[in-house]
Structures are given as C-alpha cells and as structure tokens.
C-alpha cells in the first residue's frame, strides 16, 4: 500500500442548504448523499495560465483528476522558448538538461518502483535528449535503481564528457550496440528511449534506425502476453514527427512519456498509460510570451501527471514488502516499550503525521464506524485522543466503551493495532490539553458542532470570526463542555511487518490470553501439589519408601516455587498495563 495518511478536518459538520449538496441527516430519499464540509469544498489547483484567447488554438483538455487546459507546442515555439531561456533568461544547457533529467528520473520513481522495475537501459542520441537520458540514469542509480547505458554516438564536448565521467565513477555500465542482448525483454525492465527530441529532422540513420525499430517491436512482443519492459520517452518518443506523431503507426508505443517545459503536439497521439510533464523551470515571462497554460506542480516535485489517468485493475493491485525479520527474541517483553519502539521509528523516518491512527468503534446496534483521529498522549495508563464529546464516536462510546486503534506506517511497511475499554480523561488533562493547542484550533472546537447539520459554510465561518474578535485581547478561550478526550486501556496489542510474498511477521500481546495462561498453570500446579501431598502423607504411615517421601518433598517445593514465581509474573504484567 501506498497511501498516506492525512489528518482529517476538525470540523466535520454536515452541509445542509449549501451551493454542493442539499440533504437531511434524517431523511434517505434525497438523490444525493450528505457531504461533510471537508469533502464538499475542494480547493481545485491551479498552475501557470495566460487567460488571452489566442491561446485557445493550442489548449486542449484532459481528464485528470480535475479538468485542466494544457498548452501544446509547435517545434517552431519548442525551439524558441529554449532560445530564450538559454539567452535573455540566463539558462545554461548544462541547468536545464540537470533539470530535465531529474524530472525523467522522478517521474519513473514515482510509476516504476526500484523493488520490482530495478533494471533500466538509457538509450541516448548523440544531442540534448541523449543528455537528458545521461542524467536520468544518474539520478536513478542515486534512486536505488541498476542503470546500464547505450550511448553510441558521443558528442565530445566537455559537458557531455563530463556526464559520462560521472556515471563511470558509479561503476555504471556502458553497452555498445554489439553488447546489446538479442532479447532485451530478459535483460531489462525500464528501457529509457533518450535519442532525439523535439530539434531532429529527417530519417534516423543506423545505428539509432535499428534501435527505434528494436523498440517498436518490443510492443508486439508484449501483445504475445509475454513479459515486455515498459518504455519511457523522453518529451518525444523517438521517431515520430513532433507535431503529428507516429505517422507510419509502427513506430515505438511507450508506456510513459515525459514531456518537458511543455507537451508537444505529438503529445495527443500518445496513449500510454503515463504522461507526465517534468521540466519545473518554466518563468512567467516565458509563460506570459508565449500564452502558456501548464499545470501546477505538487509540492516539491520536479514532474506532475497530465492526461488521463490509468485505467487500474484494482485485483492487480499489490505490494511485495520488503522488510526486516521481526523476530519474537527481538521484540520488547513490554507492549509500551515496543510501541514507543516502533513509533520513534516512524518519527524518524520523516513519515507525515505518524500520530494519525483509524480509529474504529461501535453503538449498541453494532455498527461500526471508522475515521482518523490523532495520537496525542501514551504512557502505561494507555492511548490519548482527543474530540467532540457530541460527536458520532462519543455518543458510540457512550453506548459501548470499547475501541480498537490502527496505525498504519506505509515507509516503514508496519502497522499496530490496539484493542481495549475506553474511558474519558479526566477535566484538569483535557483543559491542559485544550490550552496548549494554537488559539484559532481553541476558537474552531468551539465553533465545531460535529455530526450536526448547520445552516452552511458561511454561518460557520461567521461564528468563528465572531469568536476570533471576541478573544482577539488575548483572553484566555474556555475550553467547551462538549469537548475532552479519551483514553484507551490496552487489552491487546498486535504488531505487524509486512514481508515477500505475503509471509507477514504478526506478533500478538494479549492481557487475556497471558493471564488465562498463567491461572491455567496455577490450577495444573494446585493438581499436582494436593497429589504430591497426598503421597507424601502416604509415606508417614509407611505405604511408601523413605526414597520416595524425599521425592516427594522435593516436588511439593518445587511446585510452590513455580506457584511463587507465577504470582509474581501476574502482579508484574497487570501492573505494566494497568498500573
């Protein structure tokens, strides 16, 4: 798996009457469901647009997961703009193909992961694309992939020489087309399609003719449902017309196709699952010129997936982890200890909010119900959240206190499951709480009425700027009667590692299971005194032998020193969970 847990709203109100939805908590005949305020406003993003109409002859729609308006390029403009930006703006070639490269490299990460597509072959052109699949292939090697290169024609200035230098001191093999394999499809899984760009003209001539064609074919290789390497383009995939595409139609099909600074107009022939636009260099005075219209770029991410989204099959849907060895002799004899352990991990491994854990619970009718909440307090007494107390978990809670918590890890292949009775902390830990919190989360728990309906998003915001002016002295905010947190007691806790093939490591604490363990001891034990008794009274009136009675004697002591110890291995475990 391969999500991210994000922390869910505060405010978790339903919409009635809103711009969205109209719908009633109550009633189950409106034709569309009740929508909680953090789904019903999305923010769309929005990137780089000249609004001028001119634009329109080069804008196209696609469908991603919002509608975006993607300007195309001639070759005429492609060239242009990369005059520009290596003239007036500054740009070096060097800059921008260490740019390019890295989007390509980012863009097969993000698709291709190194545990399953590890081995990769760039074939580079003897120009600015072959230089752009150089620096691919570094980055990638840094990603944690095995990069082979197929560079037959080098270009002897020093800045290609240099990047040659450069992957050789990675020990990065270099392949002359001789050395290529008869069946590349046994040899590699990435092939990186790095000869010509959006500058060539005319017929490719051997032995870049050859290699096209060796490409090409690896598409009708696959349709024989046997295992093809995925190809990746780069901006155009070689061969075809950089406005009109493939016009023979037998030329290379590629899975993914990178487009830099901006899709070329080949670009909308391309029906591979991936198309991505790499190349974060863009300025406005380039987009303001030339009326680009490009979409935002994620974070800090150096390529965003335009185009159609891929088709999933979602039974095809799996991860083979890959983990260390979770071994029994390993793990902590405390639960807590373990947990803080594990936790500590996920900290340092920079994972987002790895306090965040599903937390799941159910009323007298049984029904259970799930939702993000956030860790924010353990220790021996148990696990601490915090919430509404007229919520929709609160009135569960109310109705059956018990719960069980899940976190999930996704970088570290682990998640933690807790099972245990819930009850409220107490008012002095809540209000603590409460005041540490920044003031406008104080102002939005007050504001907040979960699981309720309110009038809309405007009255909400209303109230709040209500509440801003009226505490805006710095007056302490009174923390709400409805609002406090709780606390789960542990009754179980399960640590899982994900690991190849599904053979997962799954290691269990159970208060139950322990205990009932050591009272079956106890009563097994309490058997064999009375019987060892029982013999030695046997003895003193002479039925048995001395020999015997010693025997005897010596089992009764040792059965009353494991009883000792066993005493003592309870007092010790419920004080570790409870205290």
């Known amino acids: ?43 769309f993003p929005t990137g780089f647009c000249n609004s001028n109409p001119r634009c329109s002859r080069r804008w196209f729609c696609s469908s991603s997961r919002t509608m975006e308006w993607i300007s195309y390029l001639s070759q005429l403009e492609a060239a242009e703009i990369d005059e520009t930006l290596m003239g007036p703006l500054g740009f070096s070639v060097d800059q921008l193909m260490e740019l390019a490269g890295l989007s390509v490299a980012t863009a097969i990460a993000e698709v291709y992961r190194s545990s399953e597509y590890s081995r990769v072959l760039a074939i580079c052109g003897p120009g600015n694309n072959g230089g752009d699949g150089l620096v691919a292939a570094r980055h990638l090697h840094h990603f944690g992939y095995k990069p082979s290169i197929c560079y037959p024609k080098r270009t002897p200035k020093p800045l290609y020489t240099g990047l040659v230098t450069q992957l050789e001191s990675l020990s990065i093999p270099f392949l002359s087309v001789e050395d290529l394999p008869s069946d590349l ?60 595409g493939d016009i023979s139609g037998e030329g290379i099909k590629p899975d993914m196709l990178v487009s830099l600074t901006a899709p070329k107009f080949c670009a909308k022939k391309f029906r591979g699952p991936h198309h991505f636009l ?54 902590e004899a405390d639960p807590f200890n373990q947990f803080h352990k594990w936790f500590d991990d996920a900290v340092a491994a920079g994972l987002r909010e790895p306090n965040a854990m599903a937390l799941s619970t159910a009323g007298k009718d049984g029904k259970p119900s799930s939702r993000m909440v956030l860790l924010k307090g353990v220790d021996k ?33 682990r998640q933690v499951r807790v099972e245990g009775s819930v009850e409220k902390v107490s008012e002095e830990e809540s209000e603590q709480y409460f005041h540490s919190r920044p003031r406008g989360s104080q102002i939005g728990a007050m504001v907040s009425e979960q699981s309720s309906v309110v009038p809309g998003r405007e009255a909400f915001h209303r109230k709040y700027k209500e509440l801003e002016d009226q505490f805006s002295d710095g007056s302490l905010i009174p923390k709400p009667k409805h609002w406090g947190g709780y606390r789960l007691k542990p009754e179980l806790f399960e640590f899982w590692q994900g690991q190849p093939s599904r053979l997962h490591d799954r290691l269990q604490y159970s208060l139950v299971e322990f205990i009932t363990n050591k009272f079956s001891f106890l009563v097994t034990s309490l058997k064999e005194l009375k019987i060892a008794v029982f013999f030695s009274e046997l003895i003193k009136v002479g039925v048995c032998s001395r020999k015997s009675q010693k025997l005897f004697h010596s089992k009764i002591l040792v059965l009353l020193l494991l009883q000792a110890i066993c005493y003592t291995e309870i007092s010790e475990y419920l004080h570790a969970w409870r205290r």
């Open 185 to 244: 499809s046994n040899e590699f899984d990435i092939m990186v399609d790095a000869m010509f760009g959006f500058s060539f003209h005319g017929t490719p001539r051997p032995p870049f003719d050859n290699l096209i064609q060796r490409l090409a074919s690896l598409h009708n290789y696959d349709q024989t449902h046997q295992k093809s390497p995925v190809i990746v383009s780069v901006d155009i995939p070689s061969g075809w017309h950089v406005e009109e």
């Open 278 to 331: 790499g190349g974060r260099f863009v300025p406005l005075t380039i987009v303001d010129k030339y009326k680009l219209c490009l979409p935002p770029y994620p974070g800090t991410s150096m390529c965003v997936r335009i185009g159609k989204p891929p088709q999933v099959d979602i039974s095809a849907l799996r991860e083979n982890y890959i983990s260390p060895a979770f071994l029994e002799e390993q793990v």
């Open 381 to 413: 007494d148990g696990l601490v959240w915090y919430t509404n107390y007229e919520s929709k978990k609160a009135h569960q809670l109310s109705e059956n206190a018990c719960a069980s918590i899940l976190f999930y890890w996704d970088g570290l292949n």
């Open 1 to 43: 798996m391969r999500t991210s847990i994000r922390k869910t709203k505060t405010m978790t109100c339903l919409l009635a009457n809103s711009l969205f939805v109209k719908s009633s908590i109550a009633s189950f005949q409106s034709p569309k469901p009740s929508l909680y305020l953090s789904d019903a406003f999305c923010t």
